[in-house]
């Protein structure tokens, strides 16, 4: 499975950015797709996941409310909508691929990673 991220950028607080995640190759192992993000000097933290059967969804606590997971399966693709972002959520953001529905809160527990994209959210 490649995962390709893309949609990161630069906005100010209270603005809304949409992350895409597209997946090519054995898609059809993947039990969910997450978003993690990494901020300068911090540990990779899971943002939300979203699994391709049934679609459940999960989110950090951190986030509820402003930031919204979907997926599209016919273009393999995983939504990260981000709405009233604030200058703590700036962050390299990661989308992710496990194949098992164990552990799903850390980075350990995914077996597919796409490449990071940038999100900076100006005060």
């Known amino acids: 499975v490649q995962l390709q991220a893309s949609g990161g950028g630069l906005v100010e607080a209270g603005g809304s950015l949409r992350l895409s995640c597209r997946a090519s190759?054995?898609?059809?192992?993947?039990?969910?797709t997450g978003w993690f993000r990494q901020a300068p000097g911090k540990e990779r933290e899971l943002v939300a996941y979203?699994?391709?059967?049934?679609?459940?969804?999960y989110y950090a606590d951190s986030v509820k409310g402003r930031f919204t997971i979907s997926k599209d399966n016919a273009k393999n693709t995983v939504y990260l909508q981000m709405n009233s972002l604030k200058p703590e959520d700036t962050a390299v953001y990661y989308c992710?691929?496990?194949?098992?529905?164990?552990?799903?809160?850390?980075?350990?527990?995914?077996?597919?990673w796409g490449q990071g994209t940038q999100v900076t959210v100006s005060s």
């Open positions: 992710a691929a496990a194949l098992s529905p164990y552990g799903l809160g850390y980075p350990s527990s995914y077996d597919y």
């Open positions: 190759g054995r898609t059809s192992s993947r039990f969910v």
């Open positions: 979203i699994s391709w059967i049934g679609g459940s969804t």
